[in-house]
């Protein structure tokens, strides 16, 4: 395990996304620009998850999402990012390409651990992305984790970006567990990302379904 640095080092940044490009015709913009809330209005309680097909969220990605345009291999849900009813974006739960990973003195098995990978917002909404997290969190854990016998849920954020969705993850039970080494996949095309230092976040699945959960209030802005 790499050594974990203080989340003090990190300077604030804004949501990584990739701006509306003109004519865009994904999901998301098929239909127009959606409508999205304005900062100093609450919303969180008004955002929830729908399951997708594979190839919307592919869409999405392809579209929006500013350093990895593709779906996730080994893929098992994808998530779609609602506010009011209007698809903003997607996440995809997959099984990293891991053997094993020891954490907090426990060792867990390849298929014992789940990525939220891609967590891709399509349109410029401050805090969305942290909400839809921690929605997107509760269902698959709900409707898979268990059932699959998912007891570790990883994520990677930019080592630059210390905003929103790293409180979300601190209130959810996340916990960086330190700073991957920048190096390209040998086994895949070269990404710019993969040159750029990230956080490695952990959250051990709860074992029970009434665990006491953090408000989503607290991610509203």
Partial sequence: ???????????????QYTPTPEGCSCPIHREGQPVTAPLGL?????????????HVGGAIYE????????????????HGLCYQDQLLG??????????????????????????????????????????????SMERFV???????????LLTFVRADFDGSMIKALRDKGWHCAGKTDPSQA????????????KW???????????REQASLGRWSP
């Avoid at 609450?42 to 594979?54: D, G, L, W």
């Avoid at 350093?67 to 893929?75: G, I, K, L, S």
Wanted: charged residues 30%; glycine residues 6%; positive net charge.
């Fill in 42 to 54: 609450r919303f969180a309680e008004r955002v929830h998850i729908e399951s997708i097909p594979r």
């Fill in 63 to 78: 579209a929006h999402h500013s350093y990895m345009d593709d779906v996730p291999r080994t893929n098992l849900v994808h």
């Fill in 142 to 152: 709900r409707r898979h984790g268990r059932r699959r016998g998912v007891r570790l």
């Fill in 200 to 210: 490695r976040f952990l959250c051990e699945v709860p074992t029970k379904s009434n």
């Fill in 186 to 197: 040998g086994n895949r095309p070269d990404k710019q990302i993969r040159e750029q230092p």
């Fill in 90 to 135: 997607a996440i995809t739960w997959r099984y990293p390409l891991i053997r094993s990973l020891e954490y907090d003195g426990t060792r867990y098995e390849g298929d014992e651990i789940v990525e939220a990978a891609r967590i891709c917002i399509g349109v410029d909404f401050p805090n969305l992305a942290s909400a839809a997290l921690a929605r």
């Fill in 1 to 15: 395990m790499t050594q974990t640095h203080s989340l003090d080092q990190i300077r604030s940044t804004g949501f």
